[in-house]
């Protein structure tokens, strides 16, 4: 399967804990973008990379979420000291860089995180 | 008020009939356009682009109003498969990346 991949595809924590996550891009995308949803909500953009540049991030993404992607492949989205509100379906995507923009992004099939 | 907003429905459609609806979008800096469908529990996918010419794909059909500020999805000759959320997707094109920004979407039920 060469689309996107993410791990674990269900986790089950308890506030307070730390959670990492991880998204494997399509190997060729360059741009890579980690989303949250919530039930009844279409995703909300968190922040997104350029390589291993992270170039934006979203008001969304409080001081303990954080980001990386250390060599420009994978990402790994880590939140610390969870809370119930965190509680949400996290979406990675990847797209292309092309002159004068890219815009088709190809999710993976996310990771659920539930806090209990 | 939502950058971009949709109906919620569900909007109940009999199968064979053609459904339509729309999305409005508050950013006049928008440059493209998309809808992405997304089943229950699965992740979004790309269903296609919305061009300013307005765009036909087999069945469906994007129109595109930058002067009032909304796009539409028509589906003709519904399938049950089409039951789903079709998210409404605008992206603001910055010098370094995009950032999609969702609607909320809406729900699609084909009935036999």
């Known amino acids: 399967d060469t689309g996107v991949s993410q791990d674990p595809r269900h986790k089950i924590t308890k506030r307070g804990q730390n959670v990492t996550f991880r998204c494997d891009p399509i190997s060729e995308h360059n741009r890579l973008y980690w989303y949250r949803q919530t039930l009844g909500q279409g995703p909300e953009f968190l922040t997104y990379f350029q390589n291993e540049a992270q170039l934006e991030k979203s008001r969304l993404l409080s001081d303990r979420f954080s980001a990386e992607r250390p060599k420009g492949s994978f990402s790994t989205l880590e939140i610390q000291r969870t809370e119930q509100g965190d509680s949400a379906m996290y979406l990675c995507?990847?797209?292309?860089?092309?002159?004068?923009?890219?815009?088709?992004?190809?999710f993976g099939p996310g990771t659920r995180l539930t806090v209990t | 008020r939502k950058e971009v907003e949709q109906d919620p429905g569900p909007f109940n459609v009999p199968e064979g009939a053609t459904v339509a609806f729309n999305c409005t979008y508050s950013?006049?800096?928008?440059?493209?356009f998309f809808w992405y469908r997304q089943d229950c529990r699965k992740e979004p996918k790309l269903l296609m682009s919305v061009y300013s010419s307005g765009n036909e794909d087999g069945r469906f059909t994007a129109q595109l109003n930058r002067a009032s500020q909304y796009i539409s999805l028509l589906i003709r000759d519904s399938k049950l498969s089409d039951s789903a959320t079709y998210l409404c997707?605008?992206?603001?094109?910055?010098?370094?990346?995009?950032?999609?920004?969702f609607g909320g979407g809406t729900r699609v039920l084909v009935k036999p």
């Open positions: 995507a990847s797209s292309p860089s092309r002159a004068g923009g890219d815009w088709e992004q190809y």
């Open positions: 997707v605008v992206n603001r094109v910055k010098a370094a990346g995009n950032k999609l920004t």
């Open positions: 950013n006049s800096a928008s440059q493209s």
